[in-house]
């Protein structure tokens, strides 16, 4: 089993940043990748952005893309997430995840391509 540790959320006003982290520990031997998603009042779940281990390939969300950057700490067992520029709809919570599963392109994107969760945490953009 993996257990994943997110940290890192809070209140912030719109325009504001943090930035989020996610430790895992345990069976991490066979992650691929690591990813963020994150859920909306009354949303589903939805792709934010992901990161494989060896670092050769990142994708995000469209809505994303220029003011969040992923990145990871193969040392400290560690990804995290820059949000830059913050909107109200940023406003969700944030979870981190893991995949051990081969994909391309979008599929990759899909939360059943993985397999582990952490508890999340709130991000709060006010407007």
């Known amino acids: 089993q993996v257990q994943l540790v997110e940290s890192g959320g809070g209140l912030v006003q719109t325009g504001g940043s943090l930035r989020l982290s996610c430790t895992a520990s345990?069976?991490?031997?066979?992650?691929?990748?690591m990813g963020w998603f994150r859920q909306g009042p009354g949303k589903e779940r939805e792709f934010v952005s992901s990161i494989t281990w060896r670092g050769e390939w990142i994708s995000y969300a469209d809505s994303v893309k220029g003011r969040f950057t992923i990145s990871r700490d193969t040392a400290k067992n560690t990804v995290y997430l820059q949000m830059n520029n913050l909107k109200a709809e940023d406003t969700a919570v944030y979870y981190c995840?893991?995949?051990?599963?081969?994909?391309?392109?979008?599929?990759?994107?899909?939360?059943?391509?993985?397999?582990?969760w952490g508890q999340g945490t709130q991000v709060t953009v006010s407007s």
């Open positions: 995840t893991r995949r051990r599963v081969y994909c391309s392109g979008d599929r990759c994107n899909d939360l059943s391509m993985y397999d582990a």
């Open positions: 345990g069976r991490t031997s066979s992650t691929l990748a």
